[in-house]
């Protein structure tokens, strides 16, 4: 039990093999996986998911890159799960990331950095939605 948050692994842990290594460092933090795919964002997909920076200069790089390769979408479960995965994950900025984290560990920069992670239960209940179907989420 406990609430939800949503992931992806971006393309460049997915490119640099590293969709284990972060998997296990999830499961590792107690987080259970409800629902898991490897999917290729579509641009108007990544468009859409990434909306709210649309007005951002990184804007049109973010959706080159997120539509770059595959990404791992899941859903996690946890007690206090947004705040556990934005700590487990660490700063926007790998440089930033404190060490032990996600990002210290497997990002390459700002802008590929790694891993997703939402930043509201509100938000996460949108992103889950955005990428899965009721049943697709396991009970
Ligand atoms: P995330 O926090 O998951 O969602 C917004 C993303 O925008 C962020 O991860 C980075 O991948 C990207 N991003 C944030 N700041 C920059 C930046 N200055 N330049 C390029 N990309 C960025």
Redesign the pocket.
Known sequence: AGNRTFTMI?PDAVESNNIGNILQMITDAGFTIKAMKLRRLSEDQAKKF?EV?AERP?YM??VEYMTSGPIVAAILEKDNAVADFRALIGA?DPAEAAEGTIRAKYAES??K?AV??SDSDENAAIECAFHFADEEIVG
């Open positions: 971006k990434y920076h990184f790089e973010l926007t700002k802008a950095n997703h992670g």
